[in-house]
């Protein structure tokens, strides 16, 4: 971790340690690389990356404070350690093992009721294929999970977490995940539909839906929360990301979560770019409009 406040004031570098435009665990300054008229450049304080938001310069600080103070590298790198403390490049942290086998609800069958059939029609998607790529089920009229299509979660081709989505629109809870206690990886340390990346390129996404509409390039944060674990696990297979949130999102913070996700992955992923769809979500989209999509960012040809 480094002391960048100390850095930034025994070198008479202006920053700005909270306030608009820096994140949870940066800390901002003017960019020297670009036009700047604010505080668009931030620090890790826990890796030493930076990046501009406005003209996308990332590296490490020791080519910063090079820039900043007019010194060489080597120089600077030998000035940093002094505010450097127990660096650690990514803070690891544990994928939260509680069991060694998922147990899936005893009522959920692979038959799709004609009511659960309808349900993904209706909203574009053939439950046949649906099925067999992402091996939903469905519960019907009996437990804790009726009327609601069962999502197996996998990690590295095993079962490890499931959610189950309501298919009638009025319920109270949309998505009614599996209890802590039950699963073998909890739902902070994983993305949905990882496996299928390809190409070390994706969309992240916020819904189950939305990975199926967007298909094997997309993953889900299953929300619009991000954590280090997650972050971790999407730098170790991806080169390039874009964030596609829901533009009709109940969370109104929606757009300032995708900039922080944003924000946390620069300097750990090459390119991060935020992607804005004009209205509702990309799983509203048609089959046609996600391939365009796909297309114009470069994932498919």
Known sequence: MYD??????????????????????????????????????????????????????????????SELLSIEEYKSKKLIK?????????????????????????????????????????????????QKKYGIMACDILGDYKFRIIIPIFFKGKLVNFAAKAIDDSANLKIKNCPNEKVVI??????????????????????????????DCAVATMGTKFTNAQIQLLSSVCDSVFIMFDSKSKDENAPIQAEKIAHKLYGLIKHVEIVFLPEGDPGDLTDKQAKQIKKELGIIK
Not at 191 to 211: H, M, P, Q, S
């Open 4 to 65: 960048l406040e100390r850095l930034f004031d025994d070198h008479d570098i202006e920053y700005w340690a909270k306030g608009k435009n820096v994140s949870k665990g940066w800390t901002n300054i003017q960019c020297p690389f670009c036009n700047d008229k604010s505080n668009h450049l931030g620090v890790n304080i826990n890796t030493g990356i930076y990046s501009c938001w406005k003209c996308s310069s990332s590296g490490e600080l020791s080519f910063l404070i």
């Open 82 to 130: 002094k505010y450097r403390e127990d660096f650690i490049e990514v803070k690891k942290e544990k994928r939260v093992i509680s069991n060694t086998e998922l147990i899936l609800p005893k009522e959920a069958t692979n038959i799709l009721p004609e009511k659960h059939r309808k349900y993904l029609i209706e909203r574009g998607f053939d439950p046949d294929y649906i």
């Open 186 to 215: 909890q739902r902070d340390s994983l993305l949905y539909n990882i496996d299928n990346i390809k190409n070390r390129k994706a969309i992240i996404v916020e819904g189950f839906t939305d990975v199926w509409k967007m298909g």
